[in-house]
């Protein structure tokens, strides 16, 4: 129990100072080196203090919840209450392990009248090779980004398909680039240049280098694709059209979304805002409206009202709405947790104090 | 005891300083029913509708700091009363020293002598007419420069100005009721007045669709004087409605959906010019307050025309179903229920006081609790007006959290006292209720904002507002209570050191612990319920937000706290010790996040609330501090003691009534080796 008072001491120091360390730097920084590290060096003044980081303080009073707060605890009638407060603890950390590893997250962003059946992530990228047949449907192969990280001129990362007649050799990937044109010779060239990555996740635009190889020993074609470009890399080979493409990662949702009015509410003779609302079509039939607080919970998704425009529209222009998308199987366990908790903690202290009252009543 | 009668009848009197009665045969004096039927004038501000009386609050505090201004004859007089006589009389009232200035720096600025006004100080309008030209060119400049940026003389210079053309804005509001624009005789539209050599906005607005025909008619024709005439009139009625723009009081008429905007005479002007005709519903509106302003020197019927014109409004108003509670809410800024509440709680300490001087006066004890037990019931009778009035749970902005928190740290102090009986808990819950209340009222003029504001979108659900924000609420409440009790247990044992009573300091050390479990609970369920909200309304649980990590931050304390008394690692003044700290990681997540200015949560300008939480900070920070002390005392007790029990005879008795002082805590492990070093030294 004193490790765990020390644990939770260290826990405490932790999130204050990455409380503090949020006026100076991003979120995301202050997450990843305070919450989601094992050790870290703290700036104090001159000095760097080396910390455990929050990770592992969490996990070891994880462990030592399971240790001193279910199997080393004297089960009593006296420990009940605290013993269901550490099931509910156990709970949540449950709750955040699954969200941690089962977790998808993205956005949709729909104008009104327009639909979609996907989502795309904001900050994960996939390079996608699309097949454009001549009777006009498209088939399309996409990799994850994360996996081309290590492609390089000496070790390419292939992406093949027994339907492509082609291997795509990725000979680099940058996380966060710019096209540069570097002219000599009368020709120019475009160039992918590394830029450092920013603070906020979401402004990383990736790109990536490659190699066509016709599989029939045809020529090789080099190509670039860059996320922020407006059309994608195009060739055909043998008759047959293709393109390669780099873009945000995307998720199937397992029904139709379809926007058919976004309204913004303000307060009266003000600019305060009321209410945010999307009414969308579920399946192009069912009408749900999302709103602030107001979810929509299907399939397993949870779809959020998160943002919209354009902010600056003339009155009766149409609007976009962009929605949160969520799929988390451990959605309600936190109420769950909470209940437990909220119970045996009721249940502990309220034995407690019933029973010094009734001392005090005797000793008066 | 004479003494402390009189500062508490004092204190009273204070309070209770209601708007003075009218002073018989003052023709610019507005009689007291007068001001009563003004305050409540419904009007749409903000995005809600209110009555008069709390725009006229809500102004006045932002414009001086104080809701009981002085007028340039040294009388006070209620907010509504102020703001009544500044749009009827604005060449008397511009006397009023109304404008606070914190720092006269600002105004010698721009070449103002201050020699006979101290450096914080308030002036009236007339006093600050000479340099106005130029503070406004100064407060436009500043507002250029981006916020954080502006100099303290800045930031006065912009709020100065704000606050003067307010004035001004308020002194002209009735302006389109009180002039007449002259007809140009003979020409046509004259003639659309017959026998009239002047006319009103009003009769402007009447017969606006005539004059715009006529305008159309003659917008070919070469008759300078005929056309020259009708853009005179309406450049005349637009001027004089220029300044009406500040209050909106005039309901739109049919209840149509995309109506929801009050309107004011400039916007009933606009809408007359633009092709619109006014209804007669809103034409008499107008009437109306011509015939307040006609009367304004004559008490009785200045009576009878501001009862006929609110009269009107409200029934516009309830045909709308918009008029709502507006009634409580008149009463409520009337009432001042928190005032009598910080009276009462403050006298209910001072007869604490007075039973520690003389500890056998039950009646003295008994008259403290019966006043901490009313001042506790406006309190709450005051919470649940707020709660009835905004169709809300008891908190939802920072304003209420402060009431909130004060009123339940006070409740949990008082039923502690009807358990433990021990006379301090009943001091400290005065204590708490009085200084709770001292920091809503300096918070509230601090920010100068109406304090029932509409709510943005994602704060309006009270489902959570009642679950999430109550139970979190309630947690700092019993964090703070328990710091107070710590940090009176610790300063108990200080002063006191060996002559303590044993007994009493258990019992509150046990009080601490028990309010310590309460915030724990309260915290750690609001805690989780915030996260389940974010998750309801973003789509994540936990973000490492600020005002989250502060949250968290109450709850590993307390948790901490639990389980090292649980373990044995601290025992009665350790308790105490980390409650007295947990006080400030309560501070630091109710207050002291909001000013880090990141996170989703920095809602409130609170920038003002610095000093404040930093002499919190100190203060609790010194108790851990002291309790520090506390414990070195107790291990030199505990050393000498054992020392000391085989030498003289003389320092046995010592030793002996130290372990009576219960100096030595059951159990030092340790002990023995160490307390030999220290007697050595």
Known sequence: ?364 | MNSVLRIAFALLAWVSALPAAARAGDSTQPTSSTIQAFERLPIQEGGRVKPVASFARFTLLSASGSTSPVDADGRRCGAAEWLLRLALFPELAKDDPVLLVEDSQALTAVGLVTHDHKKRDRWSYAELTPVLPDLLDRAHAAQGIAADQRTPIQLQTLRIAESALTVLRIGRTLDFARHRMPLLDGTRVAALFPGRDAVGVADVIERAPEIAALERELAGSDDGRERGAITALWRNATELCADAQILAWIPPVRPVADEADWKTPADLLLAARSGGSASAEHVALLRAAEEVTARRTDPAKLEQALETLVARVESLAAARGELGPIGLEVAYQRLGLLGWSTALFLIGFALCALAWLRPRGRFVRRAAGIAAGIALVLLCAAIVMRCTIRGRPPVSTLYETVLFVTASAALVALVVERIQRQRIHLALACLVGAGGLFLANGYEALDGKDTMPSLVAVLDTNFWLATHVTAITLGYAAGLLAAILGSAYVVIAFLRGARVDRERQRSLARSTYGVVCFALCFAVVGTILGGIWANESWGRFWGWDPKENGALLICLTMIATVHARRAGAVRDLGTCIAAAFGGTVVAFSWWGVNLLGVGLHSYGFTSGIHRALWTYYVAQWSVVGLGGVVWLMRRRAVSSARSASTSSAADVRASSRAEEGNLVPPALPRAPTRSVKSATR
């Open chain 1, 1 to 364: 129990m004193r490790l765990a008072c020390v644990l939770l001491v260290l826990l405490g120091l932790l999130t204050w100072l990455g409380t503090l360390e949020q006026v100076h730097s991003s979120l995301y920084d202050v997450q990843r080196k305070y919450f989601e590290s094992f050790v870290l060096m703290h700036d104090f003044g001159p000095f760097a203090i080396p910390l455990p980081g929050a990770n592992l303080v969490m996990s070891a009073l994880a462990v030592n919840l399971v240790l001193g707060g279910f199997v080393r605890l004297r089960k009593s009638r006296e420990t009940a209450g605290i013993l269901v407060t550490h099931v509910g603890i156990a709970l949540l950390l449950v709750a955040a392990l699954m969200k941690h590893h089962a977790s998808q997250e993205g956005r949709v962003t729909l104008s009104e009248g327009q639909s979609s059946d996907w989502f795309e992530s904001d900050y994960r990228w996939e390079i996608v090779v699309r097949d454009l047949r001549p009777d006009g449907s498209v088939h399309e192969h996409a990799v994850p980004f994360d996996a081309l990280a290590n492609a390089a001129d000496s070790a390419p990362v292939e992406i093949s398909a027994e339907s492509l007649p082609f291997v795509l050799d990725v000979r680099e990937a940058l996380s966060n680039c710019r096209p540069d044109v570097v002219r000599g010779g009368g020709s120019s060239e475009v160039h992918l240049t590394a830029v450092p990555r920013d603070q906020e996740i979401a402004r990383n635009i990736p790109g990536a280098r490659f190699t066509l190889r016709d599989l029939r020993g045809g020529n090789e074609v080099t190509g670039l694709v860059w996320g922020a470009q407006s059309a994608p890399f195009t060739t055909a080979v043998a008759d047959a059209r293709f393109e390669v493409d780099v873009r945000r990662e995307r998720h199937p949702l397992p029904f139709g979304l379809t926007l058919a009015d976004f309204r913004k509410v303000d307060h009266p003779r003000s600019s305060m805002p009321r209410s945010f609302e999307s009414d969308v079509l579920v399946d192009g039939e069912r009408k749900v409206t999302i709103s602030m607080n107001e979810p929509l919970r299907a399939d397993g998704l949870v779809v959020y009202q998160a943002s919209w425009g354009p902010q600056d529209a003339a009155p009766g222009a149409r609007l976009f709405s962009t929605f949160a998308v969520v799929r988390n199987p451990a959605d309600s366990l936190p109420l769950v947790a909470c209940i437990v908790i909220a119970l045996g903690l009721v249940f502990h202290f309220t034995r407690k104090l019933t029973r010094h009252v009734r001392s005090q009543r005797s000793a008066a």
